[in-house]
């Protein structure tokens, strides 16, 4: 007697066929970029170990040559090691700021699968190589300075090229939502990487970096013999980024098939494939990318606002340690609320920008709401594990939602913007631009945190707050305009179409 299919199979094939691979690519560019994310975290977690308070935890450190105080790990057992840290979290953050305007050419001229999987095996081996620092019992600072640049230019390839394919699949209908939910592979990758990080921090700080990296250099594998970069690869239909003016009202009366479909397009909309309209244009210039109405202001938007988040993804474990007084692994914990957070508010501003139409008023809703919230967690976020938690999550949904809504929708509503006539071959310079300028700001962050931190906690929340609040006038001038639309009866319903 035949069995019946299993009901996952029978599931699929219910499918139709586009649904199938559009939900193929948005798991594994999900998987790929929590990859990214999970290597990058280690840093903040093992932090607290390479300068620890001797007198505390020499009972949990080896014996042997680990540090020439004994218990903190040389060259950061002096009383600069704050700035000895700063040096670390800088040299990968300006590497990856300046490769991301690179990145994005070379993304739009190479394949995106070749680039996107020799990318993360490097990224594998130069943070395997970090900490193999341990296990060779390596004491200068050049060595791993070395080893964060390399890793920060390696790990550009990823942002632009996973943008550049979800764009690739999904139009604008319900792109706010689709990658907001989408986006929470920053988060997930963050909090993996915490506690995967947590694991070997008091006994082998060097696993904390070698597990992640054998990770992500796995993941590159995956991406090799699986990523189709384009619909048309695999016989599926493009998606409808902009609508004619003629098509616009034929295009709404279309059925809404759900965030992974798109099968019910008219041939109308099939008669000319954007691979082969992105064939034939030339890939757009970095000075043509930044004449597209909206790269410049969201660009500086998010230099503030990812100063402001990567702050927090760098500092956030040593703060709990000082002030809270947890230890390493417990405060490694704790910090992930802060990406849990995250990925509620990343998926709320896609929400709300998507039923809006106003992504810029949405970023500029947050990050004003943000500003308050910072100042209090600093002045009563340790009134109590519950408080600190409550807090931690509100933040990090305030924090990050407009850095997840401007590095996804917005990135990809800019690189398929109405101005470019159909040339597709600007998403992923785009991309890199708008990431790259944050990229600046998630630079400064740091560097700045570690010089104000001597001076006392308090002042270091003083300059996250003044950068939230620039983030947010810098946005003022386009979320007037959309306020303005709203008020003039303008239809508002696909995101922003001009500024």
């Given at each position: 007697?035949?069995?019946?299919?299993?009901?996952?199979?029978?599931?699929?094939?219910?499918?139709?066929?586009?649904?199938?691979?559009?939900?193929?690519?948005?798991?594994?560019?999900?998987?790929?970029?929590?990859?990214y994310h999970l290597s990058r975290k280690p840093i903040s977690i093992v932090k607290s170990q390479l300068h620890l308070n001797c007198s505390a935890a020499a009972s949990d450190r080896r014996n042997g040559s680990n540090g020439t105080a004994?218990?903190?790990?040389?060259?950061?057992?002096?009383?600069?090691?704050?700035?000895?840290?700063?040096?670390?979290?800088?040299?990968?953050?300006?590497?990856?700021?300046?490769?991301?305007?690179?990145?994005?050419?070379?993304?739009?001229?190479?394949?995106?699968?070749?680039?996107?999987?020799?990318?993360?095996?490097?990224?594998?081996?130069?943070?395997?190589?970090?900490?193999?620092?341990?296990?060779?019992?390596?004491?200068v600072l050049w060595y791993f300075i070395v080893m964060q640049i390399c890793n920060g230019l390696v790990q550009t390839t990823g942002w632009p090229a996973v943008v550049a394919c979800v764009g690739n699949w999904f139009g604008k209908g319900?792109?706010?939502?689709?990658?907001?939910?989408?986006?929470?592979?920053?988060?997930?990758?963050?909090?993996?990487?915490?506690?995967?990080?947590?694991?070997?921090?008091?006994?082998?700080?060097?696993?904390?970096?070698?597990?992640?990296?054998?990770?992500?250099?796995?993941?590159?594998?995956?991406?090799?013999?699986?990523?189709?970069?384009?619909?048309?690869?695999?016989?599926?239909?493009?998606?409808?980024?902009?609508?004619?003016?003629?098509?616009?009202?034929?295009?709404?009366?279309?059925?809404?098939?759900?965030?992974?479909?798109?099968?019910?397009?008219?041939?109308?909309?099939?008669?000319?494939?954007?691979?082969?309209?992105?064939?034939?244009?030339?890939?757009?210039?970095?000075?043509?990318?930044?004449?597209?109405?909206?790269?410049?202001?969201?660009?500086?938007?998010?230099?503030?606002?990812?100063?402001?988040?990567?702050?927090?993804?760098?500092?956030?474990?040593?703060?709990?340690?000082?002030?809270?007084?947890?230890?390493?692994?417990?405060?490694?914990?704790?910090?992930?609320?802060?990406?849990?957070?995250?990925?509620?508010?990343?998926?709320?501003?896609?929400?709300?920008?998507?039923?809006?139409?106003?992504?810029?008023?949405?970023?500029?809703?947050?990050?004003?709401?943000?500003?308050?919230?910072?100042?209090?967690?600093?002045?009563?976020?340790?009134?109590?594990?519950?408080?600190?938690?409550?807090?931690?999550?509100?933040?990090?949904?305030?924090?990050?939602?407009?850095?997840?809504?401007?590095?996804?929708?917005?990135?990809?509503?800019?690189?398929?913007?109405?101005?470019?006539?159909?040339?597709?071959?600007?998403?992923?310079?785009?991309?890199?631009?708008?990431?790259?300028?944050?990229?600046?700001?998630?630079?400064?962050?740091?560097?700045?945190?570690?010089?104000?931190?001597?001076?006392?906690?308090?002042?270091?929340?003083?300059?996250?707050?003044?950068?939230?609040?620039?983030?947010?006038?810098?946005?003022?001038?386009?979320?007037?305009?959309?306020?303005?639309?709203?008020?003039?009866?303008?239809?508002?319903?696909?995101?922003?179409?001009?500024?």
């Amino acid at each position: 007697m035949r069995v019946a299919l299993a009901p996952g199979i029978r599931l699929l094939r219910a499918l139709p066929r586009d649904s199938r691979y559009r939900g193929l690519t948005l798991l594994l560019t999900f998987l790929f970029y929590t990859s990214y994310h999970l290597s990058r975290k280690p840093i903040s977690i093992v932090k607290s170990q390479l300068h620890l308070n001797c007198s505390a935890a020499a009972s949990d450190r080896r014996n042997g040559s680990n540090g020439t105080a004994g218990c903190s790990w040389a060259p950061f057992d002096g009383d600069n090691y704050k700035e000895l840290f700063g040096a670390l979290d800088n040299a990968f953050l300006v590497a990856y700021a300046i490769g991301m305007f690179i990145s994005g050419i070379f993304g739009e001229r190479l394949p995106l699968r070749y680039y996107l999987s020799g990318g993360m095996v490097l990224s594998g081996v130069f943070t395997a190589l970090f900490g193999l620092g341990y296990f060779w019992d390596i004491h200068v600072l050049w060595y791993f300075i070395v080893m964060q640049i390399c890793n920060g230019l390696v790990q550009t390839t990823g942002w632009p090229a996973v943008v550049a394919c979800v764009g690739n699949w999904f139009g604008k209908g319900k792109r706010g939502l689709i990658m907001g939910v989408w986006n929470s592979h920053t988060s997930v990758g963050n909090i993996l990487g915490s506690l995967i990080a947590g694991v070997w921090v008091s006994s082998a700080w060097g696993l904390s970096f070698i597990v992640p990296g054998a990770i992500i250099a796995a993941m590159g594998l995956v991406c090799f013999f699986f990523l189709v970069e384009h619909p048309e690869d695999v016989g599926c239909s493009p998606p409808l980024h902009h609508a004619a003016p003629g098509e616009k009202d034929a295009e709404a009366a279309l059925p809404d098939d759900g965030p992974l479909s798109a099968t019910s397009r008219t041939s109308l909309d099939r008669s000319e494939s954007p691979k082969e309209a992105a064939e034939e244009a030339e890939a757009i210039s970095f000075l043509g990318a930044l004449r597209i109405p909206g790269v410049v202001e969201f660009s500086l938007c998010l230099l503030f606002a990812k100063l402001v988040s990567y702050t927090f993804l760098y500092w956030l474990p040593l703060y709990i340690v000082n002030v809270a007084h947890f230890g390493a692994k417990e405060a490694g914990d704790l910090s992930t609320l802060f990406d849990a957070g995250g990925i509620v508010g990343g998926i709320i501003a896609g929400l709300v920008s998507d039923y809006t139409g106003g992504r810029a008023t949405t970023c500029c809703a947050m990050l004003v709401a943000a500003a308050p919230m910072l100042f209090l967690y600093n002045h009563i976020g340790h009134n109590g594990i519950g408080v600190s938690m409550a807090m931690l999550i509100v933040c990090g949904g305030l924090v990050n939602g407009p850095y997840a809504l401007i590095t996804t929708a917005v990135s990809a509503d800019l690189g398929t913007h109405e101005c470019l006539k159909g040339n597709a071959r600007a998403l992923a310079t785009v991309t890199a631009i708008i990431d790259g300028t944050g990229s600046i700001g998630a630079a400064l962050g740091p560097l700045l945190a570690g010089l104000i931190s001597p001076t006392g906690w308090t002042n270091v929340f003083y300059m996250l707050i003044a950068a939230d609040v620039s983030a947010c006038l810098l946005l003022s001038r386009l979320a007037l305009k959309e306020i303005r639309g709203w008020r003039g009866c303008v239809p508002r319903k696909r995101g922003f179409a001009e500024f």
